[in-house]
């Protein structure tokens, strides 16, 4: 994950378009889609599929590739994509227009804190002290496995992230542990500046400002 100021690199190497589908919104009442996210382009470069995603609401680019390189020009261009997602030809539907209305106000020192959890979804302490993914623990420590529970393997993780201004929450199940997302957000290298965080039971509460962010292990 590379995060730029309005644009997302995300280098998925062997599967762009699956990652691409489960975030695309389409005309069904049933759709789960980011509401707001649309097609923009596909295109091939060195031989791996791009798939360029516009968020409608923000104008901000997502670019989900099968390129570690990660380039932007490509050939072989398309503005239909593969499945039946919505394009920068569909407005907001009334779905999304009441999913974005429904979202409650975001400070700015929290909007700070919450992109931190995207753009650190990966990440291995060169140390080896902490690691952070979403289904496993790429440092394979024993007593981090315990994470895959039967539950988690045979439904899923669940994951719930909720607010409003300099107060949120995140609860989940699964991977990473809320220790280690708290170190990835306070590293001095790696972390959000100026972020720090304190432990209270069993969450993670990290500062930013007059904003904190609650880690909590399990659904609550």
Known sequence: MSPRRDQLMMVAERAPENVATRLLANEGADSRGVPGLRH????????????????????ALLTITGD???????????LVPRHPYLTLDNDLTAQERRALAAVPPISGEATTL????????????????WATSLSWDPLE???????????????????????????????WTGYPEPRDLAMALTHREAGVKGARFTRHGDTYRVVLGTASLDLCDGKG
């Open 141 to 171: 420590r024993p007593g981090v496995e315990r994470r895959k529970e039967p539950e988690v393997i045979q439904h899923g993780p669940v994951r719930r992230l909720w607010g409003a201004g300099d107060s949120w929450e995140y609860r």
């Open 68 to 78: 570690p390189a990660g380039c932007r020009r490509g050939n072989r261009r398309s």
């Open 114 to 129: 919450l992109a931190g959890l995207v753009s650190r979804y990966n990440l291995v302490d060169r140390r080896g002290h």
């Open 40 to 59: 923009e382009v596909s295109y091939t470069c060195h031989g791996q599929r791009s798939v360029c995603l516009r968020h409608l609401p923000t104008g």
